[in-house]
């Protein structure tokens, strides 16, 4: 079972950062990202031989990579002990010469391509995960390769939750007599902001089904969050200054 327990070792996983803007994360996009990694000799394939008839099996373990050893302690008592076959050093096999491109080292360094898809509504610091696809060693099975997700800041979107929220600056002519705005959404459609009343500084509109995509349920979005600043003129003049006291 010894050798059997070797061929089933599991490698270690690689963890990646990628980086996702909002818009990947409101739109979804595939990519490729090419690593370095260890890989298993494209000559030998992991053998480390010259030539495959130069791998044999071990004669001393018969290839199973562990020596059974049987003690006689007494008249009808028998202890058996199984320790690492000493001739092929637990591996089963045998080689005689060396791959010269390895030097029979079994691996080599490599380039891996991987095709990653950044799913609608997937979040900052998530992981996606690529089973088998880690490091490749002799009698190893790979490890996996993770991926996680660092969301480039948004130069006016920010994220909470399915939730966004954005921030737009009217004149105070628009927050006394009110406005007709549109913004250009993370994928370039055009939500209407409109209002006929007075908005005061800090006041937030809040519009349904225009926030983030629920990942698992991306027909679901949540809302976007709209607070405005009202800039105030630096100056006056007496005739703006008169009609403003008209007003009040």
Do not use: W
């Not at 394939?45 to 001393?60: I, N, P, S, Y």
């Not at 089963?92 to 080599?108: F, L, R």
């Amino acid at each position: 079972h010894g050798g059997q327990q070797m061929q089933q070792q599991r490698g270690a996983d690689i963890e990646l950062d990628i980086e996702a803007t909002l818009k990947d994360l409101y739109v979804g996009r595939t990519t490729h990202v090419t690593h370095k990694k260890q890989i298993l000799c494209h000559k030998c394939r992991g053998t480390g031989a010259k030539r495959a008839e130069d791998v044999t099996v071990c004669t001393g373990c018969n290839g199973s990579g562990i020596k059974t050893k049987i003690q006689h302690l007494g008249p009808g008592f028998v202890q058996q002990m199984q320790t690492t076959c000493d001739e092929c050093g637990g591996k089963g096999k045998k080689v005689t010469s060396k791959c010269p491109h390895c030097k029979g080292k079994k691996v080599e360094i490599g380039e891996e391509t991987y095709t990653i898809y950044i799913e609608k509504g997937m979040a900052d610091g998530q992981t996606i995960k690529l089973d088998g696809m880690a490091e490749e060693a002799p009698d190893t099975t790979p490890g996996d390769v993770i991926f996680k997700i660092v969301q480039v800041p948004h130069p006016q979107f920010t994220r909470a939750g399915d939730n966004l929220h954005y921030r737009m600056a009217i004149t105070l002519l628009e927050a006394l007599t009110g406005f007709d705005k549109t913004i250009e959404h993370l994928d370039g459609h055009k939500v209407r902001v409109h209002r006929e009343t007075v908005t005061r500084p800090g006041f937030v509109m809040d519009i349904e089904h225009e926030g983030m995509p629920h990942h698992s349920f991306p027909s679901q979005t949540g809302a976007l969050y709209i607070e405005f600043t009202v800039i105030f003129p630096t100056e006056l003049t007496a005739e703006q200054q008169s009609a403003f006291k008209k007003l009040l």
